[in-house]
């Protein structure tokens, strides 16, 4: 036999492997020999015998119809960026009109719970001065007021000391300290440091601790860079504010 490109290979030669080198190498060769694409079929799994062209629709179809899937899942993604990044936007305005330190914790508080589904949060501040702070804040909810020399503060320091936000599941001791209530129906967890940034140095402010009852909300492999933008916002707040 002798194709309108000419043989390459001799007759007693032809094998799978050869065939399908001599395809790959004339890739228009159905076009010159429409009358072989016609006789072609394929069987597989799901059904009856199909023309190698139908078999090569229904690949791109699927191919197409999951391209259209991981489209819509980027699109997803980026709406609920677009969400995050204008409600970080209206955090940090807000924040920058509460006049003293009770108001930036409480319009902390209420911004999260009402714009970032946070279910519980607890705020936990650490003081050089812990008892003058408690009077000064003493009626606040949601707000833990730690002394920076503290056996409590040491048990979850290690998680602060991270520098960046920590999400998963925590022994109780340390939920006891960051929640300070009962946590039975905290399912995971998002830890959030607070610093004030000095030209050598950090210095601990405090830690945000955001408790859900679902337990894929923050897995420990979440990704944490609106957490940390929160963080920031929320530590120059309190730093304007008088905390130090």
Same mark, same amino acid.
């Given at each position: 036999?002798? &194709?309108?490109?000419?043989?390459?290979?001799?007759?007693?030669?032809?094998?799978?492997?050869?065939?399908?080198?001599?395809? +790959?190498?004339? *890739?228009?060769?159905?076009?010159?020999? /429409?009358?072989?694409?016609?006789?072609?079929?394929?069987? $597989?799994?799901?059904? *009856?015998?199909?023309?190698?062209?139908?078999?090569?629709?229904?690949?791109?179809?699927?191919?197409?119809?999951?391209?259209?899937? $991981?489209?819509? &899942?980027?699109?997803?993604?980026?709406?609920?960026?677009?969400?995050?990044?204008?409600?970080?936007?209206?955090?940090?305005?807000?924040?920058?009109?509460?006049?003293?330190?009770?108001?930036?914790?409480?319009?902390?508080?209420?911004?999260?719970?009402? $714009?970032?589904? =946070?279910?519980?949060?607890?705020?936990?501040?650490? %003081?050089? @001065? *812990?008892?003058?702070?408690?009077?000064?804040? $003493?009626?606040? /909810?949601?707000?833990?007021?730690?002394?920076?020399?503290?056996?409590?503060?040491?048990?979850?320091?290690?998680?602060?000391?991270?520098?960046? /936000?920590? +999400?998963?599941?925590?022994?109780?001791?340390?939920?006891?300290?960051?929640?300070?209530?009962?946590?039975? @129906?905290?399912?995971?967890?998002?830890?959030? *440091?607070?610093? #004030?940034?000095?030209?050598? %140095?950090? #210095?601990?402010?405090?830690?945000? =601790?955001?408790?859900?009852?679902?337990?894929?909300?923050?897995?420990?492999?979440?990704?944490?860079?609106?957490?940390?933008?929160?963080?920031?916002?929320?530590?120059?707040?309190?730093?304007?504010?008088?905390?130090?």
């Amino acid at each position: 036999m002798k &194709s309108k490109q000419g043989l390459d290979f001799a007759i007693g030669d032809i094998d799978e492997q050869t065939v399908g080198d001599f395809l +790959c190498r004339h *890739p228009d060769f159905f076009d010159h020999n /429409p009358e072989v694409l016609e006789a072609l079929t394929l069987r $597989h799994a799901s059904g *009856p015998a199909i023309s190698l062209i139908e078999r090569q629709v229904a690949t791109l179809r699927e191919r197409n119809k999951q391209l259209r899937q $991981h489209l819509q &899942s980027l699109l997803e993604i980026a709406r609920e960026n677009d969400r995050l990044n204008e409600n970080i936007q209206n955090l940090a305005v807000a924040l920058i009109q509460a006049a003293t330190l009770r108001d930036t914790i409480m319009t902390f508080i209420k911004q999260l719970s009402a $714009h970032f589904d =946070a279910e519980i949060i607890v705020v936990s501040l650490v %003081s050089d @001065e *812990p008892q003058k702070l408690k009077e000064q804040l $003493h009626d606040l /909810p949601c707000l833990t007021i730690l002394s920076r020399r503290s056996s409590r503060l040491r048990l979850v320091r290690g998680i602060a000391d991270s520098g960046r /936000p920590v +999400c998963g599941n925590f022994s109780t001791d340390k939920m006891a300290i960051l929640f300070n209530q009962p946590t039975s @129906e905290i399912q995971s967890t998002a830890v959030v *440091p607070l610093y #004030r940034c000095q030209t050598l %140095s950090r #210095r601990l402010l405090g830690m945000v =601790a955001i408790g859900s009852r679902t337990a894929e909300r923050f897995d420990f492999g979440l990704g944490t860079t609106f957490l940390t933008h929160i963080g920031n916002i929320f530590s120059a707040a309190l730093v304007r504010a008088g905390l130090s």
